[in-house]
């Protein structure tokens, strides 16, 4: 940045961090937006002039201890009530997730303040809004940090995971199942012991209608995204002849689009090493390809050229 940037992104950023301690939750969730606004776009320089601040701030907002949560209006709100979701804290969690993509590995020493302030919100008893964003936030930190996680997994990451898989509501399962498969992504072989329990979970969400809402798409699409990401981690770990046919009925998929390009890379990879279970499942897999290169197909055109050259791999002939 240069000389007069700096000026200004201090000047806004210095009035920002004060908003955050405001009375006001609208002001303060207003706050955390434009501080994700301006370190977004400017970088770690630009957190490293509030970092601390910034970072306390955040920290007080999820453990409820910010003076906009301390008003006699909030404290008599049951802690159990669905009104009790401040939208504001939407926006402090998008924050936390952008202070680990911004900071890196820099961010990991914070995670033993951070994460159980956020698996606060991850508790059954919570709202379902809460559950959501708590697994939404937990996955972001996770596609931020990848390996940093490694001294959370098992106390933290892999309980709320589960928890979440179990869940009764399809937004809070969408957000458990990405999360999940980040992790796997991310941790390797590290937590290749934990893969039977998480596929056992996932494997619930497939039996979910798609066709029931978007939510309920997204878990499918999920799902089958957590599985790819697993396949392509450690292979070994993964019962490919049980997991694939449920794979390939969930693709292509319906509503989570961004997760194509994770499910068609993991199909690519298996038709190119030519794994004996291709051959098993060759006209499924066809169909699939097939689907996905039609006209009109929402998969990209990129992803459109492999997928019709694959069609002349050997293995589906």
Not at 33 to 61: F, Y
Not at 129 to 147: I, K
Not at 240 to 251: F, H, S
Not at 252 to 267: G, H, S, W
Request: proline share 5%; with cysteine; net charge negative.
């Amino acid at each position: 940045m240069s000389p007069r940037t700096i000026v200004v992104v201090t000047a806004v950023l210095n009035q920002l961090v004060g908003l955050m301690e405001d009375d006001d939750v609208e002001t303060v969730g207003k706050a955390c937006e434009g501080l994700t606004a301006v370190i977004d776009t400017c970088g770690p320089h630009a957190l490293s002039i509030v970092a601390n601040k910034c970072l306390e701030n955040t920290l007080k907002l999820l453990k409820k201890e910010a003076p906009c949560q301390l008003s006699e209006d909030i404290e008599d709100i049951d802690d159990d009530d669905d009104d009790d979701h401040e939208l504001f804290m939407t926006s402090a969690c998008d924050l936390v997730g952008t202070f680990a993509q911004v900071m890196g590995p820099h961010f990991v020493q914070y995670l033993p303040q951070f994460l159980p302030a956020v698996c606060l919100y991850a508790k059954s008893s919570r709202p379902v809004t809460d559950r959501s964003m708590s697994l939404g936030c937990l996955g972001e930190l996770a596609q931020a940090l990848q390996g940093g996680l490694k001294d959370h997994w098992q106390t933290i990451y892999l309980p709320v995971i589960l928890a979440g898989l179990a869940d009764a509501d399809d937004n809070v399962k969408h957000n458990a199942a990405f999360c999940a498969g980040i992790c796997c992504e991310g941790l390797g072989n590290l937590i290749a012991a934990d893969y039977a329990q998480i596929l056992q979970a996932l494997g619930t969400l497939f039996s979910i209608d798609p066709n029931t809402a978007d939510s309920s798409a997204s878990c499918v699409d999920n799902a089958a995204a957590a599985i790819s990401r697993m396949i392509m981690t450690c292979p070994e770990s993964v019962p490919i002849d049980q997991v694939l046919p449920a794979l390939l009925k969930a693709l292509p998929l319906k509503n989570d689009l961004v997760e194509n390009e994770t499910v068609f890379k993991c199909l690519l990879g298996l038709i190119q090493i030519n794994h004996p279970q291709v051959a098993v499942n060759s006209a499924e897999i066809k169909r699939v390809l097939n689907e996905a290169t039609m006209e009109g197909s929402l998969v990209e055109d990129e992803d459109k050229v492999k997928l019709k050259l694959a069609l002349g791999a050997p293995a589906l002939a």
